[in-house]
């Protein structure tokens, strides 16, 4: 089975930074998109940051773009997220995702989820 597991969450003060990682096991090949979603309590999912394995091309949500850089690591089945100039905005439970198909800003494009890993970004 597929499986991603996420870490490198943690408390950060407002201009801190932090970098998330995300290791994949179970994949077939790296014909995959790997995206960065985020979501706080009461509200939806949203689309941070997503990459193509064959295609080391980031794509970004607005709110992160110029803050935050996606890149991937397949010799180590990882995908990492560096997270700069972070504001409270930016606090919720970040998840990794594997898609096949499908826009990468779209959830339902990625058919496996890791857990998360909760981000705090004090002000």
């Known amino acids: 089975q597929v499986q991603l597991v996420e870490s490198g969450g943690g408390l950060v003060q407002a201009g801190g930074s932090l970098r998330l990682s995300c290791v994949a096991s179970?994949?077939?090949?790296?014909?995959?998109?790997m995206g960065w979603f985020r979501q706080t309590p009461g509200k939806e999912r949203e689309f941070a940051a997503a990459?193509?394995?064959?295609?080391?091309?980031?794509y970004y949500a607005n709110s992160v773009k110029g803050r935050f850089t996606i890149s991937s690591d397949n010799a180590k089945n990882t995908v990492y997220l560096q997270m700069n100039n972070l504001g409270p905005e930016d606090t919720g439970v970040y998840s990794c995702a594997a898609s096949r198909s499908g826009s990468v800003y779209i959830s339902r494009s990625y058919g496996y989820w890791g857990q998360g890993t909760q981000v705090t970004v004090s002000s």
């Open positions: 179970g994949l077939a090949d790296n014909r995959f998109a």
């Open positions: 990459v193509r394995l064959n295609a080391d091309y980031g």
